[in-house]
Nanobody
């Protein structure tokens, strides 16, 4: 099972985008789902995470106050609202299921799918 991220694109600095994460063949019920991003030649890094119950959110310091993660259980979707985008937010964004352990380690996430490219022009 893989998750599919979408909603990326080209946006000017200061602009906004909303990324969506869909799962095929499964539901997000009970899952902890995160967003991670990857710069060229770099390892994926943690961006945001949302738990199932109780509903809690966690953010990387670099995006705190600008990005918001949410989930719509009825639609089986997880979103990442990105505001006040900066050039350093340019990356490929992935959603994935957290398997346990540190949320800052990409190896603790699974069900990776294709990411979506976000490009922020300055």
């Amino acid at each position: 099972v893989q998750l599919q991220a979408s909603g990326g694109g080209l946006v000017q600095a200061g602009g906004s985008l909303r990324l969506s994460c869909a799962a095929s063949g499964r539901t997000f019920s009970g899952d902890v789902v995160g967003w991670l991003r990857q710069y060229p030649g770099k390892e994926r890094e943690f961006v945001a995470l949302i738990t199932w119950s109780p509903r809690r959110t966690y953010y990387a310091d670099s995006i705190k106050g600008r990005f918001t993660i949410s989930r719509d259980d009825a639609k089986n979707m997880v979103y990442l609202q990105m505001n006040s985008l900066k050039s350093e937010d340019t990356a490929v964004y992935y959603c994935a299921v957290h398997l346990g352990g540190s949320i800052y380690s990409p190896s603790n996430f699974g069900d990776w799918g294709q990411g979506t490219l976000v490009t922020v022009s300055s």
